[in-house]
């Protein structure tokens, strides 16, 4: 069923972000891009008017907003800065999900509280050097450590996580292990682990290509001991069906970015195309510069209403792993297109590091990673049709 609209609550939402990302971040992307850091006093600042907290109830300090509402603040936020929106990203939802969802009352209280001010930062650990978008491939490990009879029964976790987002920062990290490596994907678990603990430490930064900001690297966990209220979750080995539970959000929110990206880059696009001449007239005024900007603004509504069209699913409580799926995977597309058409219709500017076109082909590459890459996608999207063409066959 298709059937959304916004509300004017939301209107009025975007209109309240988009006020704040023009006063507080607009004025700073470079000073972000250029030093790679996220400003401590606009990170504070962000804390501050309660956007951590965006999808989480009151009683923890959070907005308890809907879905569409949560995507809404994503766009706008990645119109400012790709890699800020991410760091925020981290924080919102995958960096303190598992913490809010699995933790004890007093986790909640000294870790999610803060975060949702911006004073403690949470992060989310999967990918290892052999293992990314393949989780059966983890090999962190996590040893049960006590049987509780003297008081003591935790886990000891041993392993190293890498392309972890604020690694060098982060206060806590939500780890996937794994408890049995012969059961694959079934065994793998979500276990709390703090800076501060015995063991904790993080290693290389990664430098990267685009969406500067908070910085990449690992996280070693070189035997860290957590008590067994630390593995989130009731039961061993499910890890990746919890992970399920939030994929279709996370790629929601990939193609949010996406979509901010453009309608930047896009903004940018147009407003060249209308000062630049070339021939004696603005190079707008040619069809195959209008042809550019016509797919571009084709595309980017094409993915705004998937997007949203999901995202008013999710807060339906329908399925919509296949439409999410879609929708990152379409929306990142669409993005990586707008940004080079952009750079291109700024000819010789599109390759100066001086102005924007290059910041934008550099955050759009962000897209094709986090919440399953283009190739993972399609073989999803794929494989979930054709299984039910077969499926209403078998039924004939
Ligand atoms: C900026 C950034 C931030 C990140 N932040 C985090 C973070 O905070 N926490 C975290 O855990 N991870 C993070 N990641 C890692 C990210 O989740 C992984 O990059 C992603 O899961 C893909 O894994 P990979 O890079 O190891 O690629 P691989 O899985 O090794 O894939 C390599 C290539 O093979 C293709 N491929 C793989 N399998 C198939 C298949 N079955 N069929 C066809 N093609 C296939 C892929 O599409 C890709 O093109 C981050 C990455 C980036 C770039």
């Not at 790679?36 to 009683?59: C, M, N, Q, T, V």
């Not at 400012?80 to 303190?96: K, P, Y």
């Not at 276990?191 to 908070?214: D, T």
């Amino acid at each position: 069923m298709m059937d959304f609209r916004f509300t004017p609550e939301h209107d009025f939402w975007r209109k309240t972000v988009a006020d704040m990302v023009k006063k507080l971040i607009l004025p700073r992307v470079k000073e972000i891009d250029e030093g790679d850091a996220i400003p401590k006093d606009l990170w504070a600042g962000i804390g501050r008017l309660g956007y951590f907290g965006l999808r989480y109830p009151e009683k923890y300090g959070g907005m308890g907003a809907d879905t569409v509402t949560a995507m809404i603040f994503y766009e706008e936020l990645a119109k400012g800065s790709c890699g800020l929106a991410m760091a925020v990203i981290m924080q919102c939802l995958m960096g303190t999900h598992f913490v809010f969802r699995f933790g004890t009352e007093e986790m909640r209280q000294r870790l999610l509280v803060p975060a949702m001010r911006g004073e403690k930062i949470g992060t989310i650990c999967f990918t290892e050097e052999q293992s990314g978008s393949d989780l059966a491939g983890t090999r962190t490990k996590a040893v049960k450590d006590g049987d509780g009879r003297d008081g003591k029964e935790g886990w000891i976790l041993k392993g190293t996580k890498m392309w972890i987002t604020q690694a060098p920062v982060c206060d806590f990290a939500t780890v996937l292990a794994t408890t049995d490596p012969s059961l694959g994907l079934k065994g793998l678990n979500f276990f709390l682990v703090e800076r501060g603990m015995p063991g904790f430490a993080h290693g290389q930064v990664i430098h990267k290509l685009g969406a500067h900001g908070p910085v990449t690297g690992e996280l070693v966990l070189d035997n860290v001991r957590v008590p067994k209220e630390n593995l989130l979750g009731e039961a061993v080995g499910k890890g990746v069906f919890y992970m399920s539970e939030i994929l279709s959000e996370i790629r929601c929110m990939t193609a949010a970015v996406g979509l901010g990206i453009a309608q930047a880059a896009f903004a940018e696009g147009l407003d060249y195309s209308r000062k630049r001449s070339a021939f004696g007239s603005p190079i707008g005024t040619y069809q195959l510069i209008r042809a550019k900007i016509a797919r571009m603004a084709t595309e980017m509504e094409a993915a705004r209403l998937l997007l949203y069209s999901t995202a008013s699913k999710l807060d339906r409580g329908e399925n919509t792993v296949l439409e999410a799926a879609m929708t990152k995977s379409f929306a990142t597309d669409m993005c990586l297109s707008v940004v080079d058409e952009v750079a291109r219709i700024h000819g010789a500017m599109g390759f100066a590091m001086e102005a924007s076109p290059q910041r934008f082909l550099r955050d759009a590459r962000f897209l094709l990673y986090g919440g399953g890459t283009q190739e993972i996608l399609a073989d999803f999207i794929g494989r979930t049709i054709v299984g039910k063409l077969e499926g209403e066959k078998k039924g004939q």
